[in-house]
């Protein structure tokens, strides 16, 4: 049973929400800890925000655990932290199959380590049929290598004469995308403050609301959460019209 409770109420629906869960290291040095610490503790976190966004039916999730940007990050750093996320695909993944998760990555995790691929790819079979959440890992990603990505297996499509270049739309550029079974982000959350998307989910997130709490990940409680989900409940969703204006 989920343990989190609350009065508030949602009222506008959101399918997909995505997380950039900044601030880990930060959070470590704060506590006189390294940062793999805080890391291992932004590992830990993950279930929780499961749990929370289940509060209210939540169906699809997005994290943003490793860029293609991180790699500039120390050796051991990174290291540390797949050894973190083999942890948490071995930990985790029973709970997960209870709650009918299907497990995404996006992302190329061909230069990961091979008993990280290996966990990952396991955790894939295992739950590729569950439909009830998604719940999608952003590893060794960059929405520009996958829009580029897209783009290439689109145009060999048009090269080979199987598909027209007038056949190609927003519909068929979704499909080359990892998060082709995903809708489109309703809501963006980036925690410790930092205001940008870090070519994060950037052609998905087109109509998304941005939300930028002050906390770092490994303090993003449910509280932090509700105040996340109360501003976007205020927000005027117009998608280019004028509806509801005042």
Known sequence: MNEFKTNFTLTKKIDHIAFIMDGNGRWAKAHNRPRTYGHKVGCDRLID????CKVFHIKYMSFYAF???????PKSEISQLFKYLEIFFKKEIDHLMRDGVKIIISGDI?????????TIK???VKTHA???YFF?????????DEIIKATKEISALVKDNRISIDEIDNQLFNKHLYTSEMPDVDLLIRT????RLSNFLLYQSAYAEFVFPKVHWPDFTF???ISCLQEFEGRNRRFGGIKNEK
């Open 130 to 132: 569950n439909d009830k």
């Open 110 to 118: 061909s230069p990961l380590p091979s008993k990280t691929q290996k």
């Open 67 to 73: 860029s293609t940007e991180n790699w500039k990050r």
């Open 192 to 195: 410790s403050g930092e205001e």
């Open 122 to 124: 396991e955790a894939l």
């Open 136 to 144: 999608n890992i952003c590893l060794n990603y960059g929405s520009r």
């Open 223 to 225: 509280d932090v959460f």
């Open 49 to 52: 925000v499961f749990e929370y």
